[in-house]
Nanobody, 119 residues
Framework: QVQLVESGGGLVQPGGSLRLSCRAS????????MRWYRQTPGKQRELVAA???????NYADSVKGRFTISRDNADNRAYLSMNSLKSEDTAVYYC?????????????WGQGTQVTVSS
């Protein structure tokens, strides 16, 4: 069994910064993709940023230049550094990982962490 645990959410003023962390634990041989998604009430979950084990990244247009995804492969962690936050960034942020535990990749999700951008 694999678990993903996010941390680092909270309340921040517009223009502020937050750093989210996600740690995967359990039976893990490798993790190819680690991704961050976000969701607001009544909307579909949207991909915010993704990173491969080799460090290749991609971002949603709405966060390019403001958010940075990174990872620590040795510790099975992913991070999302969020700068110049806007009210529209308010959402529950979820970590997602494609984990190989010896029998192919399985998709796992964290429980989510709330980010609220408000003055």
């Amino acid at each position: 069994q694999v678990q993903l645990v996010e941390s680092g959410g909270g309340l921040v003023q517009p223009g502020g910064s937050l750093r989210l962390s996600c740690r995967a634990s359990g039976r893990i041989f490798s993790i190819y993709f680690m991704r961050w998604y976000r969701q607001t009430p009544g909307k579909q979950r949207e991909l915010v940023a993704a990173i491969t084990v080799g460090g290749s990244t991609n971002y949603a247009d709405s966060v390019k230049g403001r958010f940075t995804i990174s990872r620590d492969n040795a510790d099975n962690r992913a991070y999302l550094s969020m700068n110049s936050l806007k009210s529209e960034d308010t959402a529950v942020y979820y970590c997602n990982a494609a984990v190989n535990s010896g029998d192919g990749d399985v998709n796992y999700w964290g429980q989510g962490t709330q980010v609220t951008v408000s003055s």
